[in-house]
């Protein structure tokens, strides 16, 4: 029965100072960090192990990665990067600080940008401090300068067509860590959530999820491994 494991990078710095950070690469908290190792522990202390393991281009979600398989003596494992794994981008919004942001714009039109399914943020300008054309993980990217959950989405899930799926349907056993909007695209298509209740959905930093999926790579159960 194929095995799928989902974990969001541990607290990042952006996280703490509650900041919009999208595909900005920022780097983990030690508390962050704390929480690598102790999802590893985890995952080790459970009797999970994995076969291929799949990750985005940003730190937060790398080191993430590397931490928890350092604790399950897994570090030799391979891993795939890839882009379309990266946050959701929340363009002229990078940077700023979430409750600010509120003060300025409004409680309302704050909400609308982070949790729409379909209405994204303002677009990032050309030449903006957080403008990433010259960053050369993403050369011969069309990096995007703004994205709503729908727009993740429509990156996030031809990836999972592409290459992660067909690794569990070869009996692989499958980890990946990323973010909470590119794994929220990744549960709401695996447990058929609408779109009106996958915006609401949190997902933890640092927290594995399991997914126990038949042959078809249909969702038998999803759970924090934590609670079991």
């Known amino acids: 029965m194929p095995k799928l494991v989902l974990i969001r990078h541990g607290q990042s710095s952006w996280n703490l100072e509650n900041r919009f950070t999208g595909w900005?690469?920022?780097?983990?908290?030690?508390?962050?960090?704390?929480?690598?190792?102790?999802?590893?522990?985890?995952?080790?202390?459970?009797?999970?192990?994995?076969?291929?393991?799949?990750t985005s281009l940003q730190t937060r979600a790398i080191k993430t990665l590397n931490i928890a398989l350092e604790q399950m003596g897994r570090l030799w494992l391979p891993v795939e990067k890839d882009w379309r794994l990266n946050e959701r981008?929340?363009?002229?919004?990078?940077?700023?600080?979430?409750?600010?942001?509120?003060?300025?714009?409004?409680?309302?039109?704050?909400?609308?940008?982070?949790?729409?399914?379909?209405?994204?943020?303002?677009?990032?300008?050309?030449?903006?401090?957080?403008?990433?054309?010259?960053?050369?993980?993403?050369?011969?990217?069309?990096?995007?300068?703004?994205?709503?959950?729908?727009?993740?989405i429509a990156r996030v899930l031809p990836y999972w067509d592409a290459r992660i799926a067909p690794a569990l349907k070869d009996g692989q056993r499958v980890l990946i860590s990323a973010?909470?909007?590119?794994?929220?695209?990744?549960?709401?298509?695996?447990?058929?959530?609408?779109?009106?209740?996958i915006t609401s959905l949190e997902i933890p930093t640092g927290q594995?999820?399991?997914?126990?999926?038949?042959?078809?790579?249909k969702a038998l159960d999803r759970y924090y491994l934590s609670e079991r």
Not at 118 to 146: H, Q
């Open 89 to 152: 981008h929340y363009g002229g919004l990078t940077g700023l600080n979430k409750a600010e942001t509120a003060a300025k714009h409004g409680d309302a039109q704050v909400h609308t940008w982070r949790r729409s399914f379909d209405i994204p943020p303002p677009v990032l300008e050309d030449g903006s401090e957080f403008d990433l054309s010259k960053d050369r993980r993403y050369a011969g990217i069309a990096i995007p300068k703004t994205e709503s959950l729908k727009d993740t």
């Open 24 to 54: 900005w690469d920022v780097n983990m908290t030690e508390k962050g960090e704390a929480e690598a190792k102790a999802a590893g522990a985890l995952m080790a202390e459970k009797g999970l192990d994995f076969d291929q393991t799949f």
């Open 208 to 217: 594995p999820i399991v997914y126990e999926l038949d042959d078809d790579l």
């Open 179 to 197: 973010h909470g909007n590119s794994l929220r695209a990744l549960v709401k298509h695996l447990s058929n959530i609408p779109d009106d209740e």
